[in-house]
């Protein structure tokens, strides 16, 4: 019998709706989204994409909206809005990523919003930046923060609004 997979998500929180603050690195903050100078951050042809593709998510992405974020040199900040437009109802047994801890074995384990969009915004960054970066690589996990309440929120948000201009003490500056 194979080990129930880990994973790092609060298993007290619904990742299908809800607001966040997730950080996502490139594997070993390579800087390659630009460089800051002048405290103010000069996008790369990959921190390009990737503002791209946050700027447009709710095209393929009806139920994600994404109203601040910032593009680091190595790392990227967003709020990130999640809303579970299908109302459906997913049984607990579905959620688990063992199969053989499923009540059907064949049931498809339930991917919830905010996974799901972060593993597809990656994969959009990284296939348009393949074509001429073989090199780039994401970290392969991200980190997430709910958001709870006005207070929380409005934290975050100045960090992110100041992230730039407090790049010389960041610890992702290295």
């Not at 390659?32 to 790369?44: A, D, P, Q």
Request: glycine fraction near 4%; charge should be positive; include cysteine.
């Amino acid at each position: 019998m194979c080990n129930p997979r880990i994973t790092p998500r609060a298993g007290w929180i619904d990742y299908d709706q809800g607001i966040f603050f997730v950080t996502i690195c490139t594997k070993d903050k390579i800087h390659y989204f630009g460089e800051i100078f002048n405290e103010k951050m000069h996008l790369s042809r990959e921190g390009e994409i990737l503002r791209n593709e946050l700027d447009n998510c709710n095209t393929h992405h009806k139920n994600i909206e994404i109203p601040l974020f910032v593009v680091m040199p190595n790392h990227l900040h967003a709020i990130v809005i999640c809303r579970n437009i299908t109302c459906d109802v997913f049984p607990n047994e579905q959620r688990n990523p063992n199969p053989s801890l499923r009540s059907n074995p064949d049931m498809a384990r339930h991917v919830p919003t905010l996974s799901r969009y972060i593993a597809s915004l990656k994969s959009a960054v990284s296939k348009q930046i393949h074509f001429f970066n073989k090199e780039f690589a994401w970290q392969s996990r991200y980190h997430d923060h709910l958001i709870r309440g006005n207070k929380d929120g409005n934290k975050i948000a100045e960090y992110i609004e100041n992230n730039v201009t407090k790049w010389d003490s960041d610890c992702f500056n290295k």
